[in-house]
């Protein structure tokens, strides 16, 4: 079965940092495009960046670019999101998603479960 | 940067009624690289169409999309009650916008 699992939720306070991750199960992981999407509460879906875990080729939304940090470790099949200094609002749920095509960027068809990130002194 | 506008906000219908949802681009996106999604309380999206209208599989029939350009639309033909729920556009093929959400609500 393909899936997406992800790290449990965290409680961070204001300046820390945090690493999430996203592990791919039952497909060749390196050849698929993997991206993150954040949901603030009650809000909608917004996109953050996107990796290639077979060549670490990243491409972030301007609207993050510098905030957060993409990597991804293929001999473990594992995709991360960073953050080297938390703020308040970047309490979210956190997605993984992934096209259900080998190397291309298309359509998000496997989602992980979320990652909810609380950060609050 | 492209921006992707749904309408409206919220559609307040019955079960059995049509709901016909709307996605405008902020400039051409061609029809190719649309899709759209489907988003239940607590539950991640479910993508529903891609290309701006290919279901994806077991998707039922009275799911459909269509649109080229600047403005697409996904239509519910008649309304399940595990249809309600939160719907997004989004472009895809190297930035990965998406829309603001419709909420389609119990009337």
């Known amino acids: 079965e393909v899936q997406l699992v992800q790290s449990g939720a965290e409680v961070k306070k204001p300046g820390e940092s945090l690493k999430i991750s996203c592990k791919g199960s039952?497909?060749?992981?390196?050849?698929?495009?993997i991206g993150w999407v954040r949901q603030m509460p009650g809000k909608g879906l917004e996109w953050m960046g996107i990796i290639y875990p077979g060549d670490s080729d990243t491409r972030y939304s301007p609207s993050f670019q510098g905030q957060v940090a993409i990597s991804a470790d293929k001999s473990i099949s594992t995709a991360y999101l960073q953050w080297i200094s938390l703020k308040a609002s970047d309490t979210a749920m956190y997605y993984c998603?992934?096209?259900?095509?080998?190397?291309?960027?298309?359509?998000?068809?496997?989602w992980g479960q979320g990652t909810m990130v609380t950060v609050s002194s | 940067e492209i921006v992707l506008t749904q309408s409206p906000g919220t559609l307040s219908l019955s079960p059995g009624e049509r709901a016909t949802l709307s996605c405008r681009a902020s400039?051409?996106?061609?029809?190719?690289?649309l899709a759209w999604y489907q988003q239940k309380p607590g539950q991640a999206p479910r993508l529903l169409i891609y290309g701006a209208s290919s279901r994806v599989t077991g998707l039922p029939d009275r799911f459909s999309g269509r649109g080229s350009g600047t403005d697409f639309t996904l239509t519910i033909s008649r309304l399940e009650p595990e249809d309600f729920a939160v719907y997004y556009c989004?472009?895809?093929?190297?930035?990965?916008?998406f829309g603001g959400g419709t909420k389609v609500e119990i009337k």
């Open positions: 989004q472009l895809y093929g190297g930035s990965f916008t």
């Open positions: 400039q051409s996106v061609g029809s190719r690289y």
């Open positions: 039952g497909y060749s992981f390196s050849n698929y495009w």
């Open positions: 998603a992934s096209p259900g095509a080998p190397a291309v960027m298309d359509a998000f068809d496997i």
